[in-house]
């Protein structure tokens, strides 16, 4: 883990010369620890989105899609859960908040109607894609593609799986919900400030 290799760095070079900036180091934990923490948030956000949408609209025709997404949701969580352990990131103090503010968003939607469901997912992805586009370019311009190649392209395949998913939304009657602009701003707005804390606390 980043821990593991890192966790002597101050000790191994507190005689380096200015040539080897040693807080380089503090740096790329700090974002791994940043990364995977916000992220493995969301998962666990977006599970229980799609948990309160099945809830309310389990025996409807939009019931197969929604699972599936569902369950891709599922693979994404397990994997930022194992990459949590890897690298001894402790997770967001607010994830309780999280667990029911998803259930209640996804469920809430889907009382408004497969449309307003469907809205849901398209802000939610839009607000995520952006966040996993952002991440990937901070590895890319600080040059640690090689370094962290293994969670690029686990960021990389989530990206594009939450991308389907929005297009999913889109295709499936997202902007027939009622007041559909308001609704996604609202919740636009929600995803954006939930990342922002989650990645410092």
Avoid at 15 to 34: G, N, T, V
Avoid at 50 to 78: F, T
Wanted: proline letters at 2%.
């Amino acid at each position: 883990g980043i821990n593991a290799e890192y966790g002597s760095a101050d000790a191994d070079f507190a005689e380096a010369d200015d040539s080897f900036p040693s807080e380089k180091y503090s740096r790329s934990e700090e974002m791994i620890q940043r990364f995977v923490r916000v992220d493995h948030a969301g998962e666990v956000g977006a599970n229980d989105i799609y948990a309160g949408q099945m809830a309310v609209l389990g025996r409807s025709e939009v019931a197969p899609l929604i699972q599936h997404m569902w369950d891709q949701e599922k693979a994404h969580q397990a994997k930022m859960k194992e990459l949590i352990g890897e690298h001894r990131v402790r997770p967001t103090v607010l994830l309780p908040f999280w667990r029911v503010a998803g259930f209640a968003l996804g469920a809430g939607s889907a009382l408004l109607g497969k449309e307003a469901a469907m809205a849901c997912t398209v802000a939610v992805e839009d607000t995520i894609v952006t966040h996993y586009t952002d991440q990937i370019r901070e590895i890319v311009e600080q040059g640690k593609e090689e370094e962290y190649s293994e969670l690029l392209k686990i960021l990389q395949k989530f990206r594009d799986e939450e991308l389907e998913h929005h297009d999913t939304g889109l295709e499936h009657g997202a902007e027939l919900a009622p007041q559909y602009k308001l609704l996604s701003s609202v919740i636009k707005v929600g995803c954006t400030t939930a990342i922002k804390i989650a990645e410092r606390i």
